[in-house]
């Protein structure tokens, strides 16, 4: 009788557990592949504020997204890549990121990188930038969506300020480091300023990869101007006002939406205080969406988000809405989707994806005051 008992408790055991491993075999199934989502910037690079900002904007909207079941109840999965600032390199990760089956890349993320997302964009890899404002990309049926305006916005708000305030004697200082972006302004400048009553008294184009930063300040100095144009990187930007405003500390500094991150404080100090510059627009009334993600990111990492990490909050969002609402998650299908939908809720502004993947957001002007980038409003 005992051994009848030990036997029938030997084959119930055997069956839970048989149960047992076909239902983790069912529910293991039953599990969703995550989507691969990478990210590639100049991590490494001298750049390397942009790139770290930009995806701490990223990483904090995915965890929201994971937290509250993902896309279509896919979780996301993100692979960051460092291109070190190298095209060769860009292009190394673009092909390692198919072998990863990765198929959707938010960046690369200046514009002297937008050759290597030309020539990688395809059916099989999709590119949402962030950052790369470049006019070269514009109008053109590929898979590069946008979240910044055009750069050359900036020179039409900058030169319309300066009619206004009279900035007059000027000096245009420009990184052809980065010449996709900043040539475009540079010129722009110039030929804005040739059709008004405002004189440009020399153009400075530097290479901050070999040039010496006071050498490039001798050769503004030479010029002996009122007024100063920096289309350059926040750290440059703010060595040079450094070392330009000790000679004349009544230069007027001016410089664009590149060097509007915390390098630019805590390199500039004191200089820098009161500068202009042409950054990206945020409303006068700060949305609830956009202070709970400035509060959350700034407990997170514990630093406030900076304009790029807005733009790649946004430039994330526009990947998700159209993952959400594609028929398949294939870069042809996601990109329709994200045409189809068009209107975009940022955390500033709302804005339009056109057909080419290009937006109608907007610049203003900002000062720097007390650590601050406060905007300009009442000037016109």
């Known amino acids: 009788m005992n051994s009848l008992l030990s036997m029938t408790r030997i084959i119930r055991q055997k069956f839970m557990f048989v149960i047992c491993v076909l239902l983790f075999v069912v529910l293991s199934g039953c599990a969703k592949e995550p989507i691969k ?7 490494s690079s001298g750049n390397s504020q942009v790139a770290i900002d930009a995806r701490n904007g990223i990483e904090y909207y995915f ?8 896309i279509n109840g896919r979780q996301i999965e993100f692979i960051v890549k460092d291109n070190q600032g190298e095209h060769d390199t860009a292009l190394l990760m673009h092909e390692e990121f198919l072998e990863e089956d990765v198929h959707f890349v938010i960046g690369d993320l200046l514009s002297q990188m937008v050759d290597s997302i030309i020539e990688s964009n395809s059916d099989e890899l999709m590119f949402i930038t962030p950052t790369i404002s470049t006019d070269a990309i514009s ?19 900058f030169c319309e300020y300066a009619e206004v305030t009279g900035i007059d004697d000027l000096v245009v200082v420009y990184d052809v480091m980065n010449a996709a972006y900043t040539e475009s302004i540079a010129k722009r400048v110039e030929l804005l300023y040739a059709e008004s009553e405002l004189t440009i008294k020399g153009m400075v184009p530097y290479d901050s990869r070999v040039d010496d930063l006071m050498e490039v300040v001798n050769k503004i100095e030479e010029y002996n101007p009122k007024n100063v144009f920096m289309i350059s990187v926040a750290i440059d930007t703010a060595i040079m006002v450094q070392m330009a405003k000790k000679n004349n500390p009544e230069l007027g500094i001016y410089s664009v ?5 915390n390098d630019l404080i805590q390199n500039g100090g004191k200089y820098v205080d009161e500068a202009v510059f042409v950054g990206i627009y945020f409303p006068e009334v700060y949305s609830n969406e956009y202070n709970e993600f400035s509060e959350g990111f700034n407990n997170y990492y514990g630093s406030k988000p900076s304009f790029i990490s807005v733009l790649a909050y946004d430039a994330a969002t526009v990947l998700v809405k159209g993952l959400e609402n594609a028929e398949e998650t294939t870069p042809m299908a996601v ?5 189809e939908i068009k209107q975009y809720k940022g955390l500033q502004e709302t804005f339009n994806i056109d057909k080419f993947g290009d937006n109608n957001k907007q610049y203003m002007m900002y000062i720097l005051e007390n650590n601050e980038f406060v905007p300009l409003r009442e000037w016109k």
Do not use: C, H, L
């Open 335 to 339: 990109k329709q989707s994200i045409i």
């Open 139 to 157: 109008g053109y049926d590929d898979f590069i969506i946008r979240t910044i305006p055009i750069s050359t916005r900036q020179a039409d708000i």
């Open 37 to 43: 989502i990478g990210f590639i910037g100049e991590i």
């Open 63 to 70: 965890n929201e997204v994971n937290e509250n079941g993902g």
């Open 257 to 261: 939406a590149w060097a509007m991150t």
